[in-house]
């Protein structure tokens, strides 16, 4: 779900999900979580639901078939887990601020099932009053009863997988819905009572000329949605079609002018560009994102999916089956871990800041650039063409900057 070029800074970052080829990059496990106490009282934490009714041609995520059985298997598991993490002694000493449960299609869960998820973690964590409790939807998986039946169990914050509002591409794609199902689907979650409701779109997509992609921003933003992802397509090697290949993808000049006109539609309603490829009204920023672009950390459950607690990053066993298995011998279903260093945390602070449009402290990006003269003309270079800016004693990326920003990382790590 992130463009085929190189260099745009928009590809899809979900540090908590489970991608199909996150685990395998990090070192072997050499440490647990039980060692290495958050630095934070308060943590954020991810549900992976792996479950999905049909792979889509783009997706590179951690997902698996929805078989007879395999949800209750999965649940079980899940519940064992969240006792597990919420038996380590130090997790007594930490508050919960966001729950985000991603996928995979985590609206694949009944409402029932899913409060007694919520609930398990309230049983074991402390979870803050006012926290942001998130679930990603897909619009056929979704009614008023059961959306009705999400906020009931505490959900305040939905994410509605739309991609497309062209019927000629999303079958293409592989999506189960049509563009009157995903409106349907948005009426349902306002009827619902949701009033923190997210879109998510794909531009760069096979057959998606600049017209088409105009037509389909303004009709999502005539929606009012509260908040809008919008990500590039990239054919990333987990996915069918990077495996396969395939045809019509527009070039990158239509990528970059689809780029703009969603900056310019946004801007024109009233949305903020607060990160690269996000959008949201004031006062309705994604609080659980924040909390990967801040570097901070959070606890994350589910078969793949990756956390970050202390010093460590952690990514758990990526099948469901072997998931199901190690939760049922009573291990946590850790596959790999690494530890940070500080070298490694202060690229990661930047990198991901300056995705935002907070950026990141002046001082800090002082620090990498140290006595590194090559670098340093490299910035000066683009505070020049104003593609980073200084506001205050902070630094970010211009909107133009967040286009050309992956030339700028790859220096920074
Ligand atoms: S529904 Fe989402 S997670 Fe599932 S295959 Fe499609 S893009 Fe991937």
New binding site residues.
């Given amino acids: 779900?992130s463009p085929a070029h190189t260099e745009g800074g928009l590809r899809q970052t979900r540090p908590g999900s489970a991608s199909a080829d996150n685990p395998s990059e990090l070192a072997p496990l050499s440490s647990t979580l039980a060692d290495n106490p958050p630095e934070s009282t308060e943590l954020g934490f991810y549900v992976h639901v792996p479950f999905?009714a049909?792979?889509?041609g783009?997706?590179s995520?951690n997902?698996a078939p929805l078989e007879d059985g395999t949800m209750a298997r999965y649940l079980e598991a899940l519940h064992r887990e969240i006792d597990l993490l919420g038996g380590i002694a130090w997790s007594s000493r930490v508050r919960l601020s966001t729950i985000f449960f991603g996928?995979?299609?985590p609206s694949l869960l009944a409402a029932e099932e899913l409060g007694a998820v919520l609930a398990r973690i309230r049983a074991r964590f402390d979870v803050a009053a006012d926290a942001e409790v998130t679930v990603e939807c897909?619009p056929e998986s979704v009614t008023r009863d059961k959306l009705a039946g999400y906020r009931a169990a505490g959900v305040n914050r939905l994410s509605l997988?739309v991609q497309s509002l062209d019927d000629s591409i999303l079958p293409r794609l592989?999506?189960l819905h049509d563009a009157r199902g995903a409106r349907v689907a948005f009426e349902a979650a306002r009827a619902a009572g949701c009033d923190n409701l997210s879109v998510d779109l794909m531009y760069g997509l096979p057959g998606l000329d600049p017209d088409g992609w105009t037509r389909a921003v303004e009709a999502v933003l005539d929606w009012e949605p509260d908040h809008l992802s919008a990500y590039g397509l990239t054919l990333d090697a987990g996915s069918l079609w990077g495996a396969a290949g395939v045809e019509g993808l527009p070039t990158e000049d239509t990528q970059i002018d689809q780029y703009w006109r969603l900056a310019r539609a946004a801007a024109a309603r009233g949305l903020e560009h607060y990160e690269i490829s996000n959008y949201a009204r004031p006062g309705r920023r994604s609080r659980h994102n924040q909390i990967y672009w801040r570097a901070a950390e959070y606890l994350a459950a589910g078969p793949g999916a990756c956390g970050f607690v202390g010093r460590l990053r952690y990514a758990n066993v990526k099948a469901t089956p072997r998931y199901c298995e190690t939760l049922a011998g009573g291990e946590l279903p850790i596959a790999s871990s690494e530890h940070l260093s500080k070298g490694q945390r202060l690229a990661e602070r930047l990198i991901l800041g300056l995705r935002t449009a907070d950026g990141i402290p002046a001082a800090l990006l002082e620090t990498r650039l140290g006595g590194d003269a090559r670098l340093r003309d490299l910035v000066e270079r683009w505070r020049a063409r104003a593609l980073l800016v200084d506001v205050d004693d902070r630094v970010r990326l211009s909107e133009a900057g967040f286009l050309l920003s992956d030339a700028l990382f790859v220096e920074l790590l």
């Fill in positions: 779900m999905c049909k792979r889509c783009y997706c995520f997902t996928g995979g299609t897909n997988g592989g999506r």
